[in-house]
């Protein structure tokens, strides 16, 4: 082992996980003013969705489950994911966003994040 390298052990391990593999992906993602970047951060409990523009370093349009609308709905969280990648392909279009670049933010293309992307993609947005 390298010197202070530390070791990391059960979640820890997965976080610092998920975090070399975003690392990883912003790489070769990059959103635009015509293609901005819709980032997905999943935690245990909840899930928030960003439309950026890297050029700017501007948020176009967010969901979350915290969201008013969404918070202490019925179903469980992928229900919920569902309903975030409906409110903010909503709202992206509000504000003029046809297309965006899909940035999983390190996690399986699985499950709620899935659920989120194909809502999304229902409702209009293109990627």
Request: proline share 1%; hydrophobic share 40%; charged share 30%.
């Amino acid at each position: 082992m390298a010197y202070g390298q530390k070791i990391l052990k059960g979640d820890a391990y997965k976080r610092a996980a998920i975090k070399r593999r975003h690392i990883r992906i912003r790489k070769r993602i990059n959103g635009t003013a015509e293609r901005p970047r819709l980032v997905v951060t999943r935690s245990n409990r909840h899930i928030v969705a960003q439309v950026i523009d890297d050029l700017k370093g501007h948020t176009v349009a967010s969901a979350s489950t915290l969201d008013t609308s969404i918070r202490g709905g019925e179903g469980d969280k992928s229900t919920q994911a569902k309903q975030v990648g409906a409110l903010v392909a909503e709202r992206a279009k509000a504000a003029g966003v046809e297309a965006v670049v899909f940035d999983r933010g390190g996690n399986q293309y699985a499950g709620r994040i899935a659920a989120l992307a194909d809502a999304a993609r229902e409702a209009g947005l293109k990627f």
